[in-house]
Structures are given as C-alpha cells and as structure tokens.
Nanobody, 125 residues
Framework: QVQLVESGGELVQAGGSLRLSCAASGRTLIGVNIGWFRQAPGKEREFVAVISWSGGTTYYADSVKGRFTYSRDNAKNTVYLQMNSLKPEDTARYYC??????????????????WGQGTQVTVSS
C-alpha cells in the first residue's frame, strides 16, 4: 500500500498559478503510475492528469491541457502538478492516487488503489 499526502492547495485569483505536490511513502514507486483527480461539490470525480512511473508519459484532461504540467521526482517520491492560468471552474478538491505496479496509464479512477486525503483549490473570479 502507498500512503499519499497532497499539499499546495489554496485560494487564488483567476489567472493565477498553484503547484500541488503529492508525497508518497510506504513502498517503492517503481512501476507505479500516479494520477490526479478532482471533485467539486455536487459533481462527479474528474480525471485531471496521469504520469507514468518513469515520468516519460503524461496525459491530461482536455479541460486542463496547455495550462497544467505534471512532473515527478522519484528520488523524492513526490509528484508535482503545476497549474497555471487557473479558472473558477478549476475549483475542486484535488486528489492524487496510485495505481498498481506496472499497469497501463489510466484515466479511470477505478484503476487506482491508493488515494490521498486531497487538497482544496479555490479559484475566485
């Protein structure tokens, strides 16, 4: 099992930037893809981005493509989601999640086993 702790969420004005971090512990991250999802009140959980365990492959939701950049530092067991040009519709609780080792990258939250508690991002207009 992987323990995940998100940080970096806060209140920001539209057009601003934030960097979310997700620190992992518990077992090796070799082979583990890490996804970001978000959920706003009254809405379904939504895929944001995923990064492969090597960091060589990233996929983004269309709604964030070109504005968000995902990276990882396996030496620090940490992934980073740089969010630029934030919009009010980006307001949500953001969660990172770990998939099983050596599986394909996925946009489906059901393919992720371990989840953090989330960090709140609020974008004011």
């Amino acid at each position: 099992q992987v323990q995940l702790v998100e940080s970096g969420g806060e209140l920001v004005q539209a057009g601003g930037s934030l960097r979310l971090s997700c620190a992992a512990s518990g077992r090796t991250l070799i082979g583990v893809n890490i996804g970001w999802f978000r959920q706003a009140p009254g809405k379904e959980r939504e895929f944001v981005a995923v990064i492969s365990w090597s960091g060589g492959t990233t996929y983004y939701a269309d709604s964030v493509k070109g504005r968000f950049t995902y990276s990882r530092d396996n030496a620090k067991n940490t992934v980073y989601l740089q969010m630029n040009s934030l919009k009010p519709e980006d307001t949500a609780r953001y969660y990172c999640a770990a998939a099983q080792r050596f599986t394909a990258t996925s946009r489906d939250y059901r393919d992720y086993n371990d989840w953090g508690q989330g960090t709140q991002v609020t974008v004011s207009s």
